[in-house]
């Protein structure tokens, strides 16, 4: 029995020294940073994530784009070294909520390390509809349930998920129109065939300022830095949140010295002038955390995204 526990303590003794070496010399070869395919919002925000890890890194920081719905399997199953990472989006925890056979846990299988990212949705009304703020939009539905329609874009997603939240707290009956991409449900608002839209604020900005679209609210829990004339859709139903975030994972068991010294130079890169201005621009705020903070917004996100998902019967397509 002794000779069993003296065996197992030298095993976890060999474990432990061997993740304090490996964490003194990390890095010492290229880093991949796992992400969706090129030209959205996770791609714009992985390459200027390596840019800032290669230089405080001292190493080579490289973007290696897949298919959205494979990158949660695919990294999981990587070395937990701390040179493979991911930057996805909440759909990595939403997505076990709307499809089965998920190949990842996405609280067991990852070990989080910064949230990086947020963007709002904003609520954008037709300008025929008779409302100019969230309490008049709730009114007129409540007054004519079924008769609304909303824009919404592939199942699941964030402003999908925005209009469903709402439609849950306010407590309306509004119908949902589903469309291939955003640009052809806003096509739609602005030609009058469906009523509002939970949009991304980089598209529907645009149309806003031109007066073809009527802005009524943000959807983030606070007033916005990118929608700043804005009120919140909190302001009128208290609790409501519904964002695009985004961040960056290794795969579990990557040693915490590793997590942390990424962690470190992440949110140093998120809170520089240029970058805030850089993601600003691409319709992103930019949020640095600790890993812990990160954990708990991906589990309050899920309880309350995870539930609307369920009693709304939405799978992804």
């Known amino acids: 029995m002794t000779n069993t526990v003296g065996w197992i303590l030298s095993i976890a003794i060999a474990v432990f020294w061997t993740h304090a070496a490996s964490s003194q ?11 969706a395919t090129p030209g959205g919002n996770n791609d714009v ?3 200027l994530l390596a840019q800032g890890l290669t230089a405080g890194l001292g190493q080579n920081v490289i973007v290696e784009n897949r298919p959205s719905l494979l990158l949660g399997g695919y990294v999981s199953k990587a070395p937990p070294d701390g040179y493979t990472l991911l930057l996805s989006s909440g759909s990595l925890w939403l997505l076990p909520y709307l499809q089965d056979n998920v190949p990842y846990d996405p609280v067991k299988d990852f070990s989080p390390i910064s949230l990086t990212n947020r963007a709002p949705n904003i609520l954008v009304v037709h300008p025929s509809l008779p409302v100019k703020s969230v309490p008049e939009l709730i009114a007129l539905a409540r007054a004519k349930p079924g008769t609304l329609a909303y824009a919404a874009g592939l199942a699941g997603t964030s402003p999908h ?3 469903e939240l709402f439609k849950s707290m306010a407590r309306v009956n509004i119908l949902g129109i589903h469309y291939k991409g955003a640009v052809a449900g806003l096509n739609d608002l602005i030609g009058g065939q469906v009523q509002l839209m939970f949009a991304t604020t980089s598209a529907a900005m645009p149309h806003v300022k031109s007066g073809r679209l009527r802005g009524l609210a943000s959807t983030s829990a ?3 830095k990118l929608l700043p004339d804005f009120p919140t859709v909190a302001a009128t139903l208290p609790g409501y949140k519904s964002e695009a975030e985004y961040g960056m994972w290794a795969p579990s068991k990557t040693p915490p010295a590793i997590i942390n010294r990424l962690n470190q130079e992440i949110v140093h890169i998120v809170t520089q002038p240029a970058v805030i201005e850089k993601f600003f621009n691409a319709g992103l705020e930019s949020v640095g955390s600790s ?7 991906i589990r309050s996100d899920m309880a309350r995204m995870g539930k609307v998902i369920k009693d709304a019967g939405i799978r992804a397509n």
């Open 222 to 224: 606070v007033t916005s």
């Open 25 to 35: 010399t990390y890095p010492n070869k290229p880093i991949r940073i796992v992400t």
């Open 45 to 47: 925000m992985a390459r």
């Open 291 to 297: 890993p812990e903070q990160f954990d708990a917004e």
């Open 161 to 163: 998920l925005a209009a």
